[in-house]
């Protein structure tokens, strides 16, 4: 009976309780800002079209949805997972690092997905709509970045006279956690995946506390009942075996990212020594080479790096994106020439990164019109590359385009969530508007922007 209980259960997504789909997007929207101003976005290529690659490969099996869903990665080295309204994923590096599989990724990217498809948060924020967006992006922040650490940060948005108890409202249920992990299950499956990798990436959680932690892991502080999900997830599995669909899963894909986001992402004499002792055991070993060399580059020692990934190029030669990195390793090293001609052959054009220090490169040996050109076809195709709109303005600059300077300085401010520069340089770049065309596209940055808030009366 209880099998038959496990293998059967019906997963009912909640209706007529949500705030509109209008306002869930609205909500998204000003927690976007909150996430931009208070924590860094991982922009590398490689890792976050890899995330977002395991994300769409779940959504194939998910109803038809509202929302066009994004998946972000947060430098952040807590231990933490969580979905916005509106389809926003996040997951922060600490715990990519500590995750040793695809298998795993999958299994806190379905569950999330599922905590979207059932609207948790806009169901339980619908009665607090009144506060107000801005604030209540802010109250849904400091839920789901959890106490203290991250938390902290979360809570400087949360305006003061927001009773605490209507923000623990909109803290996830025991409930609505067992209905992610239901529903969760079913999607990963149906995706090709074993399912058992949500069990065992909780377990990586769980047991961190054990680890001379003091505090519980901030994913256990904002996905509760972890003991009994772990329980159901384990039932469920043993009475649910995994079907072979055919799908694949490429393991090369998850060591690429995972091997560069140990590297530059992580504490650096952490990954130094976890390279060096994966040297140590297969000195023969590309990605020890090449994780090795991203993490000596953090450390400014550009000869050894260039020397470690070279031997990581020579056992993987169809890998151009460590041509690429080659490129960014002598350009850090001043080896401009070395550096060009590393990118080139990376064909470094059609990767952002890759682009933008092509791009670097050419402002460094003087080729300023040839640098702008790169920075806006980067600009043009990866509209969401913050770092391109800040070496377009400083190109625009130094071309004497002011213009250019300050609406893409304002663009780049904007996405890092500071408004005061990026209000700086609108405004200034809307006095230097000479046409209809670029007045309006300024007043559409400062309308993302928002409007000023309007200091009290007597305010010093």
């Known amino acids: 009976m209880a099998a038959f209980l496990v293998s059967t259960i019906v997963v009912m997504v909640p209706e007529g309780n949500c705030i509109t789909i209008q306002e869930e997007r609205e909500l998204s929207k000003a927690f976007m800002k909150v996430i931009r101003s208070q924590f860094r976005l991982i922009e590398d290529p490689i890792i976050v079209d890899y995330v977002n690659q395991v994300g769409k490969r779940i959504l194939t099996v998910v109803p038809p949805q509202p929302f066009r869903y994004q998946f972000y990665v947060i430098h952040e080295d807590t231990y933490n997972a969580f979905a916005t309204p509106a389809g926003h994923i996040f997951i922060n590096s600490g715990l990519f690092a500590a995750l040793e599989s695809e298998e795993e990724l999958a299994g806190i990217i379905g569950h999330e997905i599922s905590h979207v498809v059932c609207r948790h948060i806009s169901d339980r924020i619908e009665n607090s709509k009144k506060i107000g967006m801005a604030t209540l992006a802010g109250m849904v922040a400091g839920v789901l970045l959890g106490v203290g650490g991250v938390g902290a940060a979360a809570s400087a948005v949360t305006i003061g006279s927001v009773a605490a108890g209507q923000t623990a409202a909109l803290a996830y249920s025991r409930e609505n956690e067992m209905q992610a992990d239901q529903l969760g299950l079913v999607y990963l499956t149906q995706a090709g995946y074993s399912g058992a990798g949500l069990l065992t990436s909780l377990k990586k959680i769980r047991s961190k506390q054990w680890y001379g932690s003091e505090q519980i892991p901030t994913y256990l502080t904002t996905h509760p009942a972890s003991e009994l999900r772990m329980s159901y997830i384990d039932n469920w599995l043993n009475h649910n075996p995994a079907e072979n669909t055919g799908k694949q899963i490429d393991t090369g894909a998850f060591d690429l990212a995972h091997t560069r986001l140990t590297a530059l992402y992580t504490d650096e004499k952490i990954a130094l020594n976890h390279f060096k002792s994966e040297l140590d055991e297969s000195p023969g070993d590309p990605l020890a080479h090449y994780g090795y060399a991203l993490t000596l580059m953090r450390g400014e020692k550009g000869h050894e790096a260039a020397v470690h990934m070279k031997q990581a190029i020579e056992g993987n030669a169809m890998a151009t994106h460590m041509l690429q990195d080659l490129g960014r390793i002598y350009f850090q090293d001043g080896q401009y020439q070395k550096a060009m001609q590393a990118l080139l052959a990376g064909n470094s054009d059609k990767n952002p990164e890759g682009q933008l220090y092509l791009g670097r490169t050419q402002m460094e040996l003087g080729r300023m019109a040839e640098a702008k050109d790169t920075f806006e076809n980067l600009v043009r195709d990866n509209g969401n590359y913050s770092q391109a709109y800040y070496y377009l303005g400083e190109s625009s600059g130094r071309l004497g385009d002011m213009f250019g300077a300050h609406y ?38 400062l309308e993302e922007l928002g409007p000023k808030k309007k200091r009290k009366p007597g305010a010093g």
């Open 408 to 445: 893409n300085l304002g663009r780049f401010y904007l996405q890092m969530g500071d408004r005061k520069n990026a209000g700086f340089h609108l405004n200034r770049a809307l006095k230097l508007a000479v046409d209809d065309a670029r007045k309006k596209a300024v007043r559409h940055q």
